[in-house]
């Protein structure tokens, strides 16, 4: 994949270039930088609480076995 700056010239061009995306040969962007999400925004929620908290208990008693060695 190649990433192309393109200047329009003509009011019609951004048609053509919706329909290119349409027809899945191209992808626009809106010219601004994606924002970096936060990984604990991007995955919040997806474990149940419970099974979270299992998790976190896990992690610290694996990091309290360490320790003792």
């Known amino acids: 994949m190649?990433?192309?700056?393109v200047e329009l010239t003509h009011k019609n061009a951004l048609q053509l270039l919706k329909?290119?995306?349409?027809?899945?040969?191209i992808r626009l962007h809106d010219g601004r930088e994606p924002t970096k999400t936060r990984l604990s925004e991007k995955y919040k929620g997806i474990l149940p609480r419970e099974a979270g908290e299992e998790l976190i208990h896990h992690v610290?008693?694996?990091r309290s076995e360490w320790g003792n060695i």
């Open 60 to 62: 610290n008693q694996v």
């Open 2 to 5: 190649e990433t192309l700056l």
């Open 19 to 25: 329909d290119l995306e349409a027809m899945d040969i």
